[in-house]
């Protein structure tokens, strides 16, 4: 079964394009064509070899010109299709010849009738040599210069007298040249000519494959060791990253056992006294201690889940963000009557906290503003985070995500892939907007209730 490849269907359109300008390519070189034939006529009047020898090279370049976009095309579609793996070589090599023989049928009449021989000699050899030397005939520029070679160099052979006799130059005009090169020159020229220009071109274009071939080889394996250069930074991130989760969850578990102690003892005292001011005091150490539990608590746990008021995790972020706030201006806006979210509080914090100091490293310190926003919208929360600094490269955004991906040089690459992994374990989403030299706009959205919440810690 002939299929064609779905990623390469822009070059079988390409192909379809050239073969289509095939057939009225012709049309426009009409006047070439006469221009030639005026030539020969005033070179046997005027007995002037250079005006033969001109009239030659000017069939040779009308003739390849013509074929040029018809070679090329069959190139490009059998390139673009799909088939067994046997029958592959066979199908690129024989629909070609199929479409170039259809082609010359439909072309061949006019001023110039040729013969079928020079056109598939090409198909032939410019098959064998993209084939045979590993060479992908989809890359069109290296395919149009060893073909442009290949078409050149096999047109002299039309105008080689000694192989007439093996079917070539058997078309109008190549034929008028070899008469008139016979009456002035003799065949012995021709044949010295059409050899010289047909081997060197021939040798040229086999030559020019193979240092494409190379060449491209080298930046495939470029591109392939950059590949895996970035995969392995990726990986050694993602290993440094799940080492600090690791050291920061065993610190973190490890504050469990003062802290117990500090609430137990606290518990004594109060116990112990009967005044109630001191009572009250150990009161709030316990308070105390329960709060910082429970942010240990999320911290160690990602799945944690536990409703929380807008305004107080505003308000937990706005503490971290006054003490960097330098020569910026900061500004909080917060709709009214914001629904409580369900959420692992110290992580969404976090999350936003990363988005600010992006901000801050994006703005100036004299004219730098911050804009965070808040408001309710889509049974949700939306969290905008703007900045008026340098803005990111459209081509850049779709790479800030990605772990170990930073725009400055000292930069981890791991604070906007943690603000996305956290977005999505709660089922949230987060986009971005940027304007180089205007600034950059994040949002976040958090639904309201998030399904298959475990809600530990409630």
């Known amino acids: 079964m002939v299929k064609i490849v779905p990623r390469k269907r822009y070059v079988f359109l390409i192909g379809v394009v050239l073969v289509a300008l095939g057939f009225y390519i012709p049309k426009l070189l009409v006047p070439l064509a006469l221009s030639i034939v005026d030539l020969i006529e005033k070179s046997i009047k005027r007995v002037d070899t250079g005006l033969l020898i001109l009239a030659a090279a000017k069939l040779v370049i009308y003739q390849s010109v013509k074929g040029l976009p018809g070679y090329l095309g069959v190139f490009l579609i059998a390139e673009s299709i799909e088939t067994k793996r046997g029958s592959r070589k066979y199908i690129k090599l024989i629909l070609p010849l199929i479409i170039v023989s259809a082609m010359h049928l439909m072309v061949n009449k006019g001023v110039d009738k040729t013969d079928i021989l020079v056109p598939l000699l090409t198909v032939i050899a410019g098959s064998l040599l993209i084939e045979q030397m590993s060479f992908k005939g989809d890359n069109i520029f290296a395919t149009t210069i060893v073909v442009a070679q290949l078409a050149f160099g096999l047109q002299w052979l039309n105008l080689t007298p000694w192989l007439t006799n093996f079917g070539f130059g058997s078309g109008d005009l190549a034929t008028s040249i070899q008469i008139a090169s016979k009456f002035l020159v003799g065949d012995k020229v021709m044949n010295f000519l059409g050899f010289s220009f047909c081997i060197p071109l021939l040798v040229t274009a086999v030559i020019t494959t193979k240092l494409l071939a190379v060449y491209m080889k080298r930046i495939s394996d470029v591109e392939i060791r950059k590949e895996q250069e970035v995969e392995l930074e990726r990986m050694r991130l993602q290993a440094e990253e799940t080492r600090i989760l690791r050291e920061m969850h065993s610190l973190v578990h490890d504050l469990k056992t003062p802290l117990m102690t500090v609430q137990g003892l606290s518990s004594l005292v109060e116990m112990a006294t009967s005044e109630e001011k001191v009572r009250d005091y150990c009161r709030h150490i316990g308070n105390a201690v329960d709060k910082v539990n429970e942010m240990i608590s999320e911290i160690l746990y990602e799945k944690v889940r ?72 889509r049974q949700g929360v939306t969290f905008e985070v703007e900045d008026n600094g340098v803005g990111i490269p459209a081509e850049k955004l779709a790479d800030i995500w990605t772990v170990g991906y930073s725009t400055r040089p000292e930069g981890s690459g791991l604070g906007l892939a943690f603000v996305k992994r956290v977005v999505e374990s709660h089922q949230g989403t987060v986009e971005v907007e940027s304007t180089v030299g205007k600034g950059t706009t994040v949002r976040i959205w958090l639904p309201e209730e998030v399904a298959n919440d475990q809600n530990i810690g409630d």
């Open 306 to 377: 536990k409703p929380a008021e807008i305004e107080d995790l505003i308000n937990y972020v706005r503490a971290h963000v006054m003490v960097k706030v330098e020569g910026r201006k900061v500004y909080f806006e917060l709709d009214d009557n914001l629904p409580v979210l369900r959420i692992n509080k110290i992580r969404v914090a976090r999350a936003i906290d990363n988005l600010i100091q992006n901000a801050f490293r994006a703005t100036s310190p004299t004219e730098g503003k911050i804009w965070i926003r808040v408001r309710s919208e």
